[in-house]
């Protein structure tokens, strides 16, 4: 059959041509916001005496019934109708007639494609929120019961200071907080309708566009036809959220691949989201983060093939910005099932609080309470109360002890002005819990945070 645009064509286009303009393999996946985009185009058609009522009647029922063809898998996709636009439209006038024709009144390929990509892009805003929220939900789960499991807190990679294990998971969920509002400012910047401004300077036809925005449920109409045609900055953000979401998904797999090994033994994968090696039968590996963290790379690939896309395009519609989408879909479908299988990880580990706890024996973890200790009760300014901490932590290597073991004649040994009382300082429990500040890590302030994050997702988009 010919080509929708075939009337000012004398041949053909060859199956090359066919393989290599068509998007439809890909683009196939947004049918149903073209569906529904045509419904809403139609109505407001209607409405506005463009087309009779009868005639949106019939394209509505049309599209309905292409919409059950396609998820039933009856349609037959042909690649030479080039999109999901086209093969619609074709479908559409086979089925209710030169009506079907109408259709495309007052709209181009340029605004549909740029609702369709639009709407589906919100969509996914959403649905990534939604996946978000549940994996808070697991951090906080965790965190409630882990608020006094002592761990070493690190920098460098080095013990630094005792923490608990609820705190450390709130560090995640807090990431993933500011993440769910990423999606969400995202959203709202861009529930604007491109649609209506048809090939890329609006339209003679006397259409409505508020009324097109109000079915589908936009908050309002895009400003410029030229900029709105030419607009893919919403794909270019979820590319940049889903980036930085799996940055953070990879940071925290790094740290669950670390605590499986022996050298660490924090956790321990379940084995349904573990596998084994093919020579090595002992082995367990930890399969499931290091995919999550490798997958960082094709959604930073995806984020900067579409800057590279756009880069130095001029305005409006160019043919480049059919690739706009294959990296959305690949993103936005890795981001799905990572937070998936990413919840299920954890919410199925089990935590071995006593190797935790064991790992905290070395490293000093309470050496700063001690210069702190030196600081507050002993009047010495911060800096010598450093340096004699220094001292007690090589006394402490000299002994073979951790300075959280030194007894108060040891201590003394160190500097005479430290006092019984010292002791109680280098306690870890009580090191950790004296760090009771504002989003520190003890056990009062980490109850606290969990309070509020809690709170915070329970009201979060209700
Ligand atoms: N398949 C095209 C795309 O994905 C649709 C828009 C085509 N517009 C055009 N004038 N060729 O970008």
Same mark, same amino acid.
């Given at each position: 059959m010919s080509k929708l645009w075939s009337g000012r064509f004398s041949k053909g286009a060859t199956k090359l041509l066919d393989e290599f303009n068509a998007s439809l393999s890909f683009d196939k996946k947004l049918y149903h916001e073209d569906i529904k985009g045509s419904i809403a185009h139609a109505t407001m058609l209607g409405a506005q005496g463009i087309l009779e009522k009868s005639e949106v009647l019939k394209i509505t029922e049309g599209l309905k019934q292409i919409e059950t063809e396609i998820e039933s898998g009856a349609f037959v996709f042909d690649i030479s109708d080039e999109d999901i636009h086209m093969a619609i439209e074709t479908r559409l006038i086979a089925i209710v007639g030169d009506v079907g024709k109408k259709l495309h009144t007052a709209r181009s390929r340029n605004d549909q494609v740029a609702l369709d990509f639009r709407m589906f892009v919100l969509g996914s805003n959403l649905e990534i929120i939604d996946k978000l929220k549940v994996l808070i939900e697991t951090l906080i789960d965790i965190a409630k019961e882990n608020t006094n499991t002592l761990m070493p807190g690190m920098t460098h990679l080095q013990h630094a200071q005792p923490i608990n294990f609820g705190f450390h998971m709130l560090a995640y969920a807090n990431m993933f907080k500011r993440d769910i509002l990423r999606f969400e400012d995202s959203y709202k910047r861009n529930n604007i309708l491109p649609l209506g401004c048809a090939a890329l300077a609006g339209t003679p036809h006397h259409i409505d566009r508020e009324k097109t925005a109000k079915l589908l449920g936009f908050d309002a109409v895009s400003a410029n036809c030229l900029d709105t045609v030419s607009d893919r900055d919403f794909a270019l953000e979820i590319l940049f959220n889903i980036a930085t979401t799996m940055m953070h998904v990879s940071r925290f797999s790094e740290e669950l691949i670390l605590w499986s090994s022996y050298e660490f033994k924090f956790i321990t994968l379940s084995d349904e989201y573990s596998t084994g090696s093919s020579i090595m039968p002992q082995k367990k590996n930890p399969d499931v983060p290091e995919l999550l963290r490798g997958k960082t790379g094709r959604v930073n690939g995806n984020l900067i093939s579409l800057l590279t896309v756009l880069k130095? +395009?001029? +305005?409006?519609?160019? /043919? %480049?910005?059919?690739? %706009? /989408?294959e990296g959305v879909f690949d993103s936005v479908e890795t981001i799905f099932i990572s937070l998936e299988i990413l919840n299920e990880a954890i919410k199925t580990m089990s935590i071995n609080q006593n190797n935790m706890m064991q790992a905290c024996a070395t490293g000093h973890l309470s050496a700063t309470d001690l210069a702190d200790y030196l600081v507050a009760h002993c009047n010495i300014p911060f800096r010598e109360a450093h340096f004699i901490t220094g001292h007690a932590v090589s006394y402490a290597e000299t002994l073979g002890k951790d300075i959280s073991t030194l007894t108060i004649e040891e201590l003394k040994k160190v500097d005479e002005r430290i006092e019984e009382d010292a002791v109680k300082f280098l306690d870890l429990r009580h090191s950790m819990n004296a760090r009771n500040s504002q989003g520190g890590t003890s056990e009062a302030s980490t109850k606290e945070q969990i309070k509020e994050l809690e709170a915070w997702v329970k009201s979060f988009g209700a």
């Open positions: 130095g +395009l001029p +305005l409006a519609y160019n /043919k %480049d910005m059919q690739e %706009d /989408k």
